[in-house]
């Protein structure tokens, strides 16, 4: 459980460090952003009780928030991101399976499975923070372009992270 924890924090320190020291300049004319840090959310435990998913995420956005300058708007995201996450686990794991605490990773619970949740996720967090940041339907049509867009540059760095720290099911004999 230690090991679990301790790698979580690593996670958070580095995807945070991501976005923040490389990504939080590079975009395409403020139209493509890529949000690479709400892996943090998504990677977290399944067993993971609710509770503790809602203050992690909110602490993940505040931190987000904090360096980026804006007033709660990756908190309120990643909220959303996280009742996604507890919605999506409800109806696509098995009971027992949400009990354990696996990370929901591209080679635990497949390619499919996986790629869905991140995409899904991904259109979630991307649409709550372009709609709140905009808080208007003046220029819905230009959200629209923004939030499809950084979705794509977001999935693509997250596929990219996924694919260098894939590690296969591992399966043990009792």
Request: charge should be positive; hydrophobic fraction near 55%.
């Amino acid at each position: 459980m230690a090991k679990i924890v301790i790698f979580n924090i690593i996670r958070f320190l580095a995807l945070i460090l991501l976005q923040v020291a490389v990504l939080k300049n590079i975009g395409y004319y403020n139209i493509a952003v890529a949000f690479p840090y709400i892996l943090i959310v998504l990677l977290l435990p399944v067993g993971t009780p609710n509770i503790v998913l809602y203050i992690l995420a909110f602490l993940t956005g505040l931190s987000i928030d904090a360096f980026y300058d804006s007033i709660g708007i990756h908190t309120a995201a990643c909220v959303a991101l996280a009742f996604f996450r507890i919605f999506f686990h409800k109806i696509t794991i098995e009971l027992d399976e949400q009990e354990s605490f696996n990370t929901p990773s591209w080679g635990n619970m497949g390619f499919k499975w996986f790629s869905t949740y991140i995409l899904l996720g991904t259109l979630v967090h991307h649409f709550f923070l372009f709609l709140v940041e905009t808080f208007s339907l003046q220029n819905f049509i230009q959200t629209l372009i923004s939030i499809v867009l950084s979705c794509l540059c977001t999935l693509v760095i997250i596929f990219v992270i996924s694919l260098l720290t894939y590690h296969k099911k591992s399966r043990i004999i009792n």
